[in-house]
C-alpha cells in the first residue's frame, strides 16, 4: 500500500470512530398531547442539540385553534435564538398560519394551528424541523380536528343604502353555529382597511344563528359610492358578501393650505420664481372630498403673474386627499398675489394669502455694511482679527433670498472672499472674517469693499414699486478700491475691481439727497475728471454692483500721544507735522507729549490725543497719518509723589473709532504740595506700553509752548 493509500484509510477510521457509528431519529411522537423531541442523528454518547414540540390543546377546530411551540436548545439546555423552525402538517387535515417562524431569545418559536375545513375530522401530526450545528433536528406531536358544518345563510344591511357619515345595523345568519359547535367569523371591507368606515364587532366566535353588527360611515361615502363587505367563516371557505351603497357627502367649505414658497422673486431675478398654492375641498364634517371640481382664478395680472403659464381662469378637481393644487409664477414686478378658488356650480369659495412676489435682489441704498473694529492692533501684528457684516434688502426693505453672494475685497490684509446671506430671525446678513497681515498701507488704512448683483435705487414718486421716467435714482459706475477713503477716483493710486459690468457713459446727475454718493459707495465717474463707466439709466434685474466700502486703521502697537491741550507747557515742546485727511496735502502741528513741565492751578486737567505712531514715509515724501490707538487700549496714571493724586478722566478704554480719540488725567495738590511728576501709560490690546512723564508745578509757566 502506497502512503497516500494508507494515510486516506487512517483518515476514514478516525472519521467513523468520530461518528460513533451510523444512526437514526431518536424523536418521539406522542399521540395524546405529549411534546415529541428529536436530537439529530448519531449513536455516540456527546450531548447534542435538541428539538421540543408542543400543542396548547390536543383537539381544533375552526373557532379553536391551537398553539404550536418548538423549542430549541444546544447541549447545555440553553435556548438557541435566531434559528429558522420549519413547521408542517403529516396528513393535510389542518394548516399552520405561518410555515417558518425564527426562534427568540429563549429557542422558542410559534405557530397557529388550525383546520384546513370545516368538513375534515380525525388525526394528524404536527412537526417542526430546524438544523444547528451541523445537526438536522425533528420533532412531531399528534391531535385530532373537529368538523365544524356551519354555513352562512343571509348577510343583511337594516338599510337598503346610507347616507353620509350615517350607522346602521347589518345581521350575518349561519347555520348549524351551537355552544358546541362554535366559528370564527370576521368581517371587513374596502371602506373598513382603508379607515373610512368602521365594524363593531368585526371578528366574533359565533355559537348562535344570527350576529347582528354595527356600521358607521366616517368618510366612505367621499371616495365610493358602494362599500362591499365580505363575511367569512375562518379557516373555511365560506364566504358571504353584501355591497352597501352609501351617499357622497355635501361640500360644505372650501380651504387655503398653503403657498410653498410664501415669497418668489421677479421673473428673470435668478431666484425661485414660482410657487405651488394649495386649497382643500371639505364637508360638514370636515373631512376632505375627493373628485369635486374647484375654479381657480388669479386676483391679480401685475407685472404679468401667471398660473400655470398662463392668466386664464382653471378648473381642476380635488385629489384623493380632496386638494387641488395649482403653481403660480412670477412677472417682472413686485406685488402681493391671491388667488380665488370657487366649487363649479356653487357659492362657495375662498382666497389664498401669504404669497407675495418681492424684488429679490439688493438695492444699493438697502445694501448696509458695517465693521466690528474700526481701529484694530494690525500695523505690527499679524492675524490680528475682524469682521464685517452685510445686511441686504430689496427696494422695499424686505431680506434678499437665502444664499445670496457677496463678494468682499481689501487692498490690505486679508478677508474671505464671498460669502453667503442666512436669515438670521428673519434678517438677510452675512460676515466675512478680515486678519492684519501684508500688504499694509504707510499711512496704516484700509478699505474694505462689499459687493453684490442687484439693482440701482430710485425714489418711488408715484408709489407702484417700480421705477418710471424722471424719477430720480443713483447711477452706478464701476467700483474700485478707495484706498484713500475719499470718495474719488486717483488712477495713479485707485484700482478697479474687474468686474463684467463696465459702461462708457457718463453718469446721471444725482437730483435728491437721499441718493448722494459718498465714499462708503465707490463708483468711478461721478465726478466730471474721471473716466465715464455709468449708463446714463436705471439699472435693475442684476445688471448692476450694488456697493458698500469701509475703512479700518492698522493702528501700531506702541503709542505718540501728543498735547490736545497746550496752554500750560513750557516752550521746551516738541512739535510734529501729521496727516489729518485722506489726502497727503491735509497736515498739521501737533505738540508730542512726553517729559513735559505742566504749569496750572493746585488742580486741573491734562488733555491728550490717543495717537498710535504710524510711521509715514520718509522715502514717499509722506508725514505720519494721525491715526488712533487700537480700540480697547487702555490708558492710565499714576504718580510717586507725595500729596499729588491723579486719575483718569476719560478716553479709556479707546473706542472703536477711525479718528483719533481724546483722553485726560485729573490731577490735584494736597498742600503743602505744589509740584510733582505724573506718569501717563498707554497699554495696546496686545500689552505693549508707551509711558510719558509729565512734570506738573503749580504756577504760571515762564515760558510758551510755540
Do not use: H
Not at 489729518?580 to 505738540?591: D, E, I, M, R
Not at 496686545?686 to 503749580?698: D, L, R
Amino acid at each position: 500500500m502506497n502512503l497516500f493509500a494508507r494515510i486516506t484509510t487512517v483518515l476514514a477510521l478516525l472519521s467513523l470512530a468520530a461518528c460513533g457509528g451510523g444512526g437514526g431519529d431518536t424523536g418521539t411522537s406522542p399521540l395524546n398531547g405529549g411534546t415529541g423531541t428529536g436530537t439529530g442523528t448519531g449513536t455516540g454518547t456527546t450531548a447534542a442539540p435538541t428539538l421540543a414540540i408542543g400543542l396548547s390543546s390536543t383537539s381544533i377546530s375552526s373557532a379553536n385553534p391551537a398553539t404550536v411551540t418548538a423549542t430549541l436548545k444546544d447541549a447545555k439546555s440553553n435556548g438557541i435564538a435566531g434559528q429558522v423552525v420549519t413547521f408542517a402538517v403529516v396528513r393535510g387535515l389542518a394548516v399552520t398560519n405561518v410555515a417558518t417562524a425564527l426562534t427568540k431569545d429563549d429557542g422558542t418559536a410559534v405557530a397557529v394551528l388550525s383546520p384546513a375545513s370545516t368538513t375534515g375530522a380525525g388525526a394528524d401530526e404536527v412537526t417542526a424541523s430546524a438544523t444547528t450545528s451541523g445537526s438536522n433536528l425533528i420533532a412531531r406531536t399528534g391531535f385530532t380536528v373537529q368538523s365544524t358544518n356551519v354555513t352562512i345563510t343571509g348577510f343583511t344591511s337594516a338599510v337598503a343604502g346610507l347616507g353620509a357619515y350615517g350607522q346602521t345595523s347589518m345581521n350575518i345568519a349561519l347555520a348549524g353555529a351551537s355552544v358546541g359547535s362554535p366559528v370564527q367569523v370576521t368581517v371587513s371591507s374596502a371602506c373598513v382597511t382603508a379607515g373610512k368606515a368602521s365594524l363593531s364587532p368585526a371578528k366574533f366566535t359565533a355559537t348562535t344563528a344570527s350576529i347582528t353588527l354595527q356600521y358607521r360611515d366616517i368618510g366612505c361615502g367621499a371616495v365610493r359610492a358602494t362599500d362591499s363587505l365580505q363575511a367569512v367563516i375562518d379557516g373555511t371557505a365560506v364566504v358571504s358578501s353584501l355591497s352597501l351603497p352609501i351617499a357622497s357627502p355635501a361640500v360644505a367649505s372650501l380651504a387655503f393650505i398653503s403657498s410653498t414658497p410664501e415669497t418668489i422673486f421677479l421673473k428673470g431675478s435668478g431666484f425661485t420664481e414660482a410657487s405651488s398654492v394649495i386649497f382643500e375641498v371639505r364637508d360638514a364634517n370636515s373631512s376632505p372630498l375627493p373628485n369635486v371640481n374647484v375654479s381657480l382664478r388669479l386676483l391679480t395680472l401685475t407685472g404679468g403673474v401667471t398660473m400655470e403659464g398662463a392668466s386664464a381662469d382653471i378648473v381642476r378637481a380635488s385629489d384623493a386627499l380632496g386638494r387641488v393644487t395649482i403653481r403660480v409664477n412670477s412677472g417682472t414686478l413686485p406685488t402681493p398675489v391671491r388667488v380665488s378658488a370657487t366649487i363649479v356650480g356653487s357659492a362657495i369659495s375662498t382666497v389664498s394669502s401669504n404669497l407675495s412676489v418681492a424684488v429679490g435682489l439688493p438695492a444699493q441704498m438697502n445694501f448696509s455694511l458695517s465693521q466690528n473694529r474700526k481701529n484694530i492692533e494690525g500695523y505690527n501684528i499679524d492675524g490680528t482679527p475682524n469682521t464685517y457684516q452685510i445686511i441686504a434688502a430689496d427696494r422695499s426693505g424686505n431680506p434678499v433670498p437665502l444664499g445670496t453672494s457677496i463678494n468682499f475685497v481689501t487692498e490690505g490684509g486679508q478677508i474671505e472672499a464671498i460669502k453667503q446671506t442666512a436669515l438670521v430671525n428673519g434678517i438677510a446678513r452675512t460676515t466675512a472674517n478680515l486678519v492684519s497681515s501684508d500688504p499694509r498701507p504707510v499711512d496704516g488704512r484700509i478699505t474694505v469693499t462689499a459687493y453684490a448683483l442687484g439693482e440701482e435705487s430710485f425714489i418711488d414718486l408715484n408709489g407702484n414699486n417700480q421705477y418710471d421716467a424722471g424719477e430720480p435714482f443713483q447711477d452706478l459706475g464701476n467700483i474700485f478700491k478707495d484706498r484713500n477713503f475719499d470718495g474719488r477716483f486717483d488712477p495713479a493710486t485707485d484700482e478697479y475691481v474687474p468686474l463684467a459690468v463696465n459702461n462708457t457713459t457718463a453718469c446721471a446727475a444725482i437730483t435728491n439727497d437721499l441718493l448722494v454718493l459718498d465714499p462708503t459707495i465707490p463708483t468711478v465717474g461721478k465726478l466730471g475728471s474721471e473716466p465715464p463707466t455709468c449708463d446714463g439709466k436705471w439699472s435693475g434685474a442684476g445688471q448692476v454692483y450694488v456697493r458698500r466700502a469701509a475703512e479700518t486703521v492698522f493702528s501700531t502697537s506702541a503709542a505718540r500721544p501728543l498735547w490736545a491741550d497746550t496752554s500750560g507747557l513750557t516752550a521746551s515742546c516738541s512739535k510734529i507735522t501729521l496727516q489729518v485727511g485722506p489726502l497727503p496735502t491735509q497736515l498739521q502741528n501737533f505738540t508730542v507729549a512726553g517729559s513735559d513741565t505742566w504749569y496750572g492751578s493746585t488742580s486741573g486737567l491734562l488733555s491728550f490725543i490717543a495717537g498710535d505712531a504710524n510711521p509715514g514715509s520718509i522715502a514717499l515724501g509722506l508725514a505720519p497719518r494721525l491715526n488712533p490707538m487700537a480700540a480697547g487700549s487702555l490708558i492710565s496714571a499714576s504718580t510717586p509723589t507725595n500729596g499729588l493724586t491723579v486719575t483718569v478722566g476719560g478716553g479709556s478704554p479707546v473706542p472703536s473709532t477711525t479718528e483719533a480719540s481724546p483722553a485726560s488725567i485729573a490731577y490735584a495738590f494736597t498742600p503743602p504740595a505744589s509740584s510733582g511728576v505724573i506718569f501717563v501709560t498707554f497699554t495696546s490690546p496686545s500689552g505693549f506700553g508707551t509711558t510719558i512723564a509729565v512734570n506738573v508745578s503749580v504756577g504760571t509757566r515762564p515760558t510758551a509752548c510755540p
